[in-house]
């Protein structure tokens, strides 16, 4: 269902034609980044840290080396020695000397997982077989596991030349504590003073994982004079490439990027992990194609999670239901090496809330954990998982319906956030006042230990580099080539921006996802970006077409280009017409082909709110929890195609109500992840969820031609905080902890 | 090397593996059909699955050298000739995939459903399906996918 704030007058957006993609994704025929097969080419595997932290003394790769079938064996000696510098990946920077250090381990291991040495062979087993036999001499150090002690004076200390970033300047002290933020506004003690309630709580969430299905895989050929070829699953084929250069010191002219489908990223697939290692592998195996693919205890073990943290939120309102005044510390694991979302966190958590004092501090801090990468609106579930609880408890305890709590303190156009940026058109409260209305929110909830709860939800969203080419084939079609990877049907979301801007049906356009040699520069699929801004480049590669097909019309006829209009695939200029077929068939008399392409980089993008509504049922003797309804509302500008709108909101709940209840890295003391596997690190199954409503609100984002606003992260911000108002409704108890599991919940229970 | 005789999506196949060879890893790495996919290796999540004498399993977990003289279907083998079978149709009606890296899985093991159950229920289908994860999609879409499949085969 979709409620529009200004009637559409799109006629194919908005449409829900099937994907492009499709046939080959349900017939088996679509190859992702581990279906590639190449003539002469080897496999590898990659020998990882059983230890959280170590010296490396010495590695010796002799006796793999020597094992029948093995072709090549890397370490990190085979990687050049880095500066420290640092590159942008999207939603996130990263040191590339960092980076290069979790590719293959330098001096220490940093985490249970950390790569030591990669090995190619004429097969995989033989390529682990020969991995096993690496010997490393490894000088033990105690790890670090938690926030709260890495941040102690006398914590072992992981990376000796790390100095904190404390608010801009450089601390003195080796530290755990990469960096210290801060955003403020107004007088905090004046707006507590002016609370009638105050609520102060603190909460701790796991390490959790994106969990893509598909594990990582790269290939690399390495030809004799230095080309280099790299087929892979990655969210952004040119920021392989980019980091591929600067970590191995080659020229990006010299590497191609194919991306290959990808099964799910969710902003795990943005850093490179196994793609230098295979350049390396084929280099030193005499320029065979070599593959890399990761076991999902690998993948599980080294790549991805997002952050663990411990955040304390502190909210004052007075009786008439405004809020006077909020305070937030937000401390996050950044993993092995620095770059939490911490940053991010902090501009997601009190973002739905108009106010005049407050102060949010953060801390990115570095413990024995995988280096945290990208996941979903990343650091907003944390963030808002804490806020939103907070929020839910001023209202009840105010005795106040908790959205009607929400609108009155809403943000809309104008309203300044902490960090003193000013919002643009925003839909926040058209958003609660849809989950208000929604048959959700109306329906009666009856019955025993069951509780309903609400949370709000805000993502900035990204604009980035896109670019896009297209050409007029001579039947009338158009043939668009882009360079956004396709997760979940964008191809045929630019191909109906680009059928709206040239009046033409969906089917006319068919888009494909071009390789960094064949396309310009394009961000990643992140940030919620790519129907803003890829579409946007495609709407500039549509009027491109139009103008010069106009002219080609005027050719024809003989008259001033200006003279000829162009509506819905059809030309015409006083009494003569034309379609589009009949011109395209005629091009090559008229001069010729017509092609076109525009690259963008627009900045206006819009923020994304969502309310989310969820009915629980706990059981109070096991703790389980179980989720009986739920619907999420959100806007999403101009929702493009909405049947996959629908299904990114659909999928971040799903995500969200895993985080809530069941997912979580767990270490034992010496740091060992003891549950790298899905039967232990327990994702939603079909049987844990219901249906999940949608309700789509349009409020035109005024910074893109159709409105769009990115839609793919912003709802898997709401849903932990959703579940955990229901499960203070249905049983009393304010869980402050994630994942609310049931052995949690019990205990909560007992205490309470 | 073990010979293995085999009824392969409707024909005779044969091959040779290593006694440790998964079923998996002989259909993708030796056959070339790459459509059943390697999510997790150990039976967690669904995306190998074919149909082995026409009951679901995870290629994953059989040996290739089990399937001797068996029948096996693969995701490669669900369309009839020229067309797309009901569920393959929904899927795409539904907009029940996203990335698609599951859907192959979801596919084969619907199809085991409807064989056994042509007309289940919302909660016989969660049942079913709760053995193949799909991270992408919350499954409702995947879940309407497979009610509207029964229901088109009933009509
Ligand atoms: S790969 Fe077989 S069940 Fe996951
Ligand atoms: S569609 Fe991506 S895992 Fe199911």
Redesign the interface.
């Known amino acids: 269902m979709t409620t529009t704030a200004k009637p559409a007058q799109f006629k194919v957006l908005g449409s829900?034609p099937?994907?492009q993609?499709?046939?080959d994704?349900?017939?088996?025929?679509?190859?992702?980044g581990?279906?590639i097969?190449l003539p002469g080419m080897l496999s590898g595997a990659v020998l990882r840290s059983p230890h959280a932290h170590a010296r490396i003394k010495s590695i010796d790769t002799r006796a793999a080396e020597a094992y029948p079938g093995v072709r090549a064996v890397a370490t990190a000696r085979d990687l050049p020695d880095l500066e420290s510098k640092v590159a942008d990946l999207g939603e996130g920077s990263v040191n590339l000397r960092y980076q290069s250090s979790n590719l293959l381990a330098r001096d220490k291991v940093l985490y249970f997982g950390h790569a030591l040495a990669a090995v190619a062979a004429v097969?995989a087993?033989v390529a682990e077989a020969a991995a096993a036999l690496i010997q490393v001499d490894y000088e033990i150090l105690p790890p670090v596991l938690d926030v709260r002690q890495a941040m102690r004076p006398d914590a072992p200390i992981l990376l000796e030349e790390l100095r904190t970033d404390e608010l801009g300047q450089k601390g003195e002290q080796p530290t755990n504590i990469a960096a210290h933020y801060l955003d403020e506004t107004g007088d905090l003690e004046q707006g507590f003073r002016e609370a009638d309630l105050i609520v102060e709580r603190e909460f701790t969430t796991a390490m959790v994982h994106?969990?893509?299905?598909?594990?990582h895989s790269a290939t690399a050929l390495v030809t004799a004079d230095g080309q280099v070829t790299i087929w892979c699953s990655t969210q952004g084929a040119f920021g392989v490439r980019e980091q591929t250069a600067e970590i191995l010191r080659l020229p990006a002219s010299k590497i191609r990027v194919i991306p290959m489908?990808?099964?799910?990223?969710?902003g795990g697939k943005i850093g490179v992990y196994l793609e230098p290692l295979a350049v390396l592998l084929s280099r030193k195996s005499g320029h065979r194609p070599v593959k890399l693919?990761m076991?999902?205890r690998e993948v599980l073990a080294a790549t991805g999670p997002t952050s663990g943290s411990s955040i304390k939120v502190k909210m004052g309102a007075n009786r008439a239901g405004q809020i006077t005044a909020a305070q937030a510390t937000l401390i996050y694991e950044a993993g092995a090496y620095p770059g939490s979302p911490v940053g991010s966190a902090m501009g997601v958590i009190f973002a739905p809330y108009r106010l005049r004092n407050a102060r949010v501090e953060g801390y990115d801090v570095v413990v024995n954990k995988p280096r945290t990468a990208a996941y979903r609106a990343p650091g907003g579930t944390n963030a808002a998982f804490a806020s939103e609880t907070v929020v839910d408890e001023l209202a009840e305890r105010l005795g106040l319906d908790p959205l009607a709590f929400r609108l009155q303190n809403g943000v809309q156009e104008g309203d300044r956030r902490v960090n003193g940026v000013a919002y643009k058109r925003i839909g926040l409260l058209e958003v609660l006042r849809a989950a208000q209305g929604s048959a959700h929110y109306q329906a009666p909830l009856a019955g025993p230990y069951r509780g309903r709860g609400v949370a709000a939800g805000y993502w900035g969203n990204y604009g980035g580099k896109s670019s896009a080419s297209a050409s007029v084939n001579a039947d009338g079609t158009v043939s668009l080539l882009e360079g956004s990877v396709d997760?979940?049907?964008s191809r045929t979301a630019l191909a109906m921006q680009l059928a709206e801007t040239l009046g033409l049906p969906t089917e006319s356009i068919r888009a494909t996802v071009a390789d960094t040699d064949a396309v310009g520069d394009t961000e990643g699929t992140y940030g919620s970006r790519t129907t803003f801004a890829t579409g946007w480049a495609v709407y500039e590669v549509g009027q491109q077409l139009k103008a010069k097909l106009c002219e080609r019309a005027a050719r024809l006829w003989g008259v001033p280009a200006d003279q000829v209009q162009y509506a819905d695939g059809s030309f015409a200029s006083g009494e003569q017409h034309l379609t589009l077929a009949e011109l395209a068939a005629q091009l090559d008399r008229l001069g010729g082909p017509v092609v076109a392409s525009a690259a963008v980089q627009p900045k206006n993008y819009g923020p994304g709110f969502a309310a989310h509504i969820v009915d629980v049922e706990v059981d109070p003797e096991t703790g389980k929890v179980q989720v009986l309804r739920y619907t999420a509302v959100q806007d999403a500008g101009k929702a493009v195609y909405p049947?996959?709108v629908?299904?990114?909101m659909?999928?971040g709940?799903?995500?969200g109500i895993g985080w809530a209840l069941n997912e979580e890295y767990v270490y034992d003391a010496q740091g060992r992840l003891l549950n790298a596997?899905?039967?232990d690190y327990r994702?939603?199954?079909?049987?844990d969820?219901p249906?999940?409503d949608t309700l789509i609100v349009e409020v035109p984002n005024p910074g893109h031609p159709f409105g769009v606003r990115g839609v793919g992260e912003v709802p898997i911000v709401p849903p932990a905080a959703a579940v955990a108002n229901a499960i203070y409704r249905a049983v009393g108890v304010r869980m402050t902890e994630l994942p609310m599991a049931p052995g949690r919940l019990v205990a909560a229970l007992q205490a309470g | 090397m073990i010979h293995v005789q085999t009824t392969l999506n409707g024909e005779p196949v044969e091959f040779l593996c290593e006694p440790r060879q998964s079923l998996l890893e002989v259909l993708r790495e030796t056959l070339g059909l790459t459509g059943a996919k390697e999510g997790c290796n150990n039976g967690n999540c669904g995306a190998c699955n074919v149909l082995l004498d026409g009951a679901l399993v995870n290629a994953c977990l059989v040996l290739a050298g089990e399937v001797q003289g068996r029948t096996l279907t693969t995701i490669e083998g669900i369309a009839p000739a020229g067309g797309l079978h009901p569920l393959q149709r929904q899927f795409l009606e539904h907009a029940a995939l996203q990335c698609g890296f599951c859907t192959p899985g979801f596919i084969v093991a619907a199809k085991a459903l409807l064989d056994c159950t042509p007309q289940p229920t919302e909660l016989e289908v969660r049942q079913w399906l709760a053995g193949n994860l799909c991270r992408c999609t919350g499954y409702d879409r995947i879940v309407r996918a497979v009610l509207a499949a029964a229901e088109e085969a009933q009509a």
């Open positions: 829900t099937v994907r993609d499709g046939v994704k349900v017939t088996g025929r679509a190859q992702y581990a279906d097969r097969n087993h994106q969990g893509y299905i598909e594990p489908e990808i099964g799910g990223g969710f693919t076991s999902r997760i979940g049907g049947n996959y629908a299904s990114q659909q999928g709940a799903a995500q596997n899905w039967l994702m939603p199954v079909s049987l969820l249906m999940i």
